[in-house]
C-alpha cells in the first residue's frame, strides 16, 4: 500500500520491474512520458493501470484528502529519478 499526503506529486521516475496499481481512496493522477511528452490520466477510486519497468513516469495525489494505492508487482524494483 502506498499513502501519500493531499496534493503531493512524485518527481519523474521509473522502477526496475513492472507494477501494476489499484487506487483505493483519492483522486490520483500518473502521466506516462511518451518520446518526450506526457500524457496524463485522472484515476478515482476503483482505476487501476499498469506500469513497465525502465520507462519515466509521474504520479500525483490531486484530493485535499491522502490517496491510497495498491502496488502489486511480481518482483522487487527500486525507483530511480530523472537525470
Known sequence: ???VPGN???PVHAHT???RALV???LWAHWQM??????KVELP???YWTQKANEMHDD???SET???ILLINDTPYETYFQK
Open 1 to 3: 500500500m502506498l499513502k
Open 8 to 10: 503531493w506529486r512524485a
Open 17 to 19: 520491474a513492472d507494477y
Open 24 to 26: 483505493i481512496k483519492g
Open 34 to 39: 511518451d518520446g518526450g511528452e506526457a500524457t
Open 45 to 47: 477510486p476503483g482505476s
Open 60 to 62: 500525483a495525489c490531486l
Open 66 to 68: 491522502e490517496c491510497v
